[in-house]
Every structure is written in structure tokens, then in C-alpha cells.
């Protein structure tokens, strides 16, 4: 019979004779060119450059990626890329917040001053700082932001003109409402235990003179917990806490220990 014909080497594409890297002004291109597995000198690979555009996307540089189909030039292909970077963020200051000092805020918060600005990022933020003002008792918290432009640049984007922010600044707007506290717990169902032994099981108690009493939904949850574990040690293996309700009055007070703190 036939000897086997030995495999065909796959066709190797046109060699890449020039990266064209367009838009950057803050990150250089040797930073671009070390994100992306494309070479010059080395055969194109399409697959290879389309996963370039992701490696770029998912950076955390740039705002648009746009790459461009092999350009044929005298020896090979050239490949362009038009990139629009994300803003740096030059300033983050908070609005209203009156109970809690920007530095613990800016703790709460993963955008930072200097860093890239990313819009999806920074409603995250605000989400982070309302779970932060709830753990505070305060649990009619509101928080919006603004962001403005501090620098701008016009910048051909796929062939059309565009205002691209270079700088910007984010501000945090905070409507703290009222910190809530406990003026009461009332426990219904319980027929061996008191209420005063519940509530020594418990974290949460009423305000007084000097306790400000916060009411904290983290600690409510725990709070069910004790309260089960509490008539588990008693040997109530059946227990279970139904149910816990909340209701809230719009009486205001002053608290001299809450001043204080």
C-alpha cells in the first residue's frame, strides 16, 4: 500500500509588521504592548487578537477598545488600536456626613484618589457607604453622587470627533436621616423565661440616659440566633424564633451619650 503522507503543516498567517497604538496618553505603549499577546515579527492569529481586545477591555485602563482588521502593508499586515482610557479620579469628597469623618468613609469605599474612575464602581460605592450608615443605626440613609469633569480632551473615536474626560472629580451626597434606637423589646411566646433573662441573652437593649440603644438589623439577625442557642442550652430542642417585627415612630431625641461618642 501507500506510505502515509506525513500531516501538512497548518498555513501560518501574514506576518504583523506594526502595532499602531492610538489614544493612549496616560499608560504608555510599552504597557499596552506587554497586556496583549499579539507580536510584531510573528505570524497574525485571529484568535489571538480578538483576545487582545478582551485582555485590554478587562485591564481596568480604558474607558473603549477598538481594534481594527489586518491592514496590508509590503511584507505583512499592520494592526491599529484606538483606545480611550478611563479618567483619574483627583478628588473624592463627601457631602452631609455629619456622624461619620470622610476618612472612615473613604475605608468604606474601593475608588480611590488617583485611581481610574469607573461608573459602575462608583454605584457600588454609594451602596457600600448606605450599609455602612445602617450599621450605624442610621437606616433611612440615602446616598447619590455626582461626578464632574475637571479635564477634558477632544479625541477621534472611530472616526468621529469626541470629549474625552481626563480628570474627574466624585462627590458622595449623604442624607443621613435619623439614627434609630430601641425604645422597647416586647418578646411574645415565651412562658418558661421572663423577659428580662431574654433580653440578658440578647445584644440589643433599649436606650437610656447614657446607652444610645442603636437599633442594627446585623445585629438583630445575631440577636435570633442567641435567642434560639439561649433555649437550646436550656434543652428546648424545638425551638424556633418566628419572627421578629420593627416598627418605627418619627419621635426624635437627644442623646447626651450619642453626642458624645
Do not use: C
Amino acid at each position: 500500500g501507500e506510505e502515509p503522507k506525513p500531516p501538512e503543516a497548518e498555513p501560518q498567517g501574514p506576518v504583523v509588521r506594526e502595532i499602531e497604538i492610538r489614544g493612549n496618553l496616560r499608560v504608555d505603549s510599552g504597557t499596552v504592548l506587554r497586556l496583549i499577546r499579539t507580536r510584531v515579527g510573528r505570524p497574525f492569529d485571529r484568535k489571538t487578537w480578538d483576545e487582545d481586545w478582551h485582555r485590554l477591555t478587562e485591564s481596568g485602563y480604558f474607558l473603549n477598545v477598538r481594534t481594527t482588521p489586518p491592514i496590508e502593508v509590503p511584507g505583512g499586515v499592520m494592526l491599529v488600536l484606538d483606545l480611550v482610557e478611563l479618567a483619574t479620579i483627583t478628588k473624592i469628597s463627601f457631602q452631609g456626613s455629619k456622624s461619620v469623618k470622610a476618612a472612615e468613609l473613604k475605608g468604606v469605599i474601593k475608588s480611590i484618589e488617583g485611581g481610574r474612575y469607573q461608573k459602575g464602581q462608583v454605584h457600588l460605592d454609594a451602596r457600600a457607604i448606605e450599609r455602612h450608615y445602617r450599621d450605624k443605626a442610621f437606616r433611612d440613609v440615602t446616598v447619590t453622587y455626582e461626578v464632574d469633569a475637571i479635564s477634558t480632551h477632544k479625541q477621534l473615536v472611530a472616526g468621529k470627533e469626541t470629549l474625552v474626560e481626563d480628570e474627574v472629580a466624585v462627590t458622595f451626597k449623604i442624607d443621613e436621616g435619623h439614627p434609630v434606637s430601641v425604645r422597647s423589646i416586647t418578646f411574645t411566646g415565651n412562658k418558661t423565661f421572663g423577659s428580662d433573662e431574654l433580653l440578658g441573652a440578647i445584644s440589643t437593649h433599649p436606650r437610656r440616659f447614657f446607652r444610645a440603644g442603636d437599633l442594627k438589623d446585623a445585629d438583630l439577625e445575631t440577636d435570633k440566633q442567641r435567642l434560639e442557642y439561649f433555649y437550646l442550652r436550656h434543652g428546648y430542642m424545638d425551638v424556633a424564633v418566628k419572627d421578629m417585627q420593627v416598627e418605627v415612630s418619627k419621635e426624635t431625641y437627644w442623646n447626651w451619650f450619642r453626642k458624645r461618642k
